[in-house]
């Protein structure tokens, strides 16, 4: 199991901007893809953003395309999301996830990651 932490989460208006950072407490985080989900209010954890280990291949959901950019700095145990022109509908408590990179695969579904964070509060007023 990984540790994570969250953070960067708080109260924005529409269009604005927030970044979210998550650091992870393991000696071989480079052997781990890492993922955002969110849950909104009364609905499921549903997918955000992936990065694979190396940071080499990203993935996105339809929703958060083109506005959100997921990253990550082996070096320092941390991957980020950079989220821009936020509306009311990204209002969620977004987690941070690992999962041990298994070949070439990078999970898109909560159950494909065994490790989350607490989650940090994003809340987008219109």
């Known amino acids: 199991q990984v540790q994570l932490v969250e953070s960067g989460g708080g109260l924005a208006q529409a269009g604005d901007s927030l970044r979210l950072s998550c650091v992870a407490s393991?000696?071989?985080?480079?052997?781990?893809?890492m993922g955002w989900f969110r849950q909104p209010p009364g609905k499921e954890r549903v997918f955000v953003a992936a990065?694979?280990?190396?940071?080499?291949?990203?993935y996105y959901s339809d929703s958060t395309k083109g506005r959100f950019t997921i990253s990550r700095d082996n070096a320092k145990n941390t991957v980020s999301l950079q989220m821009n022109s936020l509306k009311p509908d990204d209002t969620a408590i977004y987690y941070c996830?690992?999962?041990?990179?298994?070949?070439?695969?990078?999970?898109?579904?909560?159950?494909?990651?065994?490790?989350w964070g607490q989650g940090t509060q994003v809340t987008v007023s219109s």
């Open positions: 996830a690992a999962q041990l990179k298994i070949g070439l695969l990078v999970g898109q579904s909560p159950t494909d990651f065994r490790s």
């Open positions: 393991t000696r071989t985080f480079s052997n781990y893809n």
């Open positions: 990065i694979s280990w190396s940071g080499g291949r990203t």
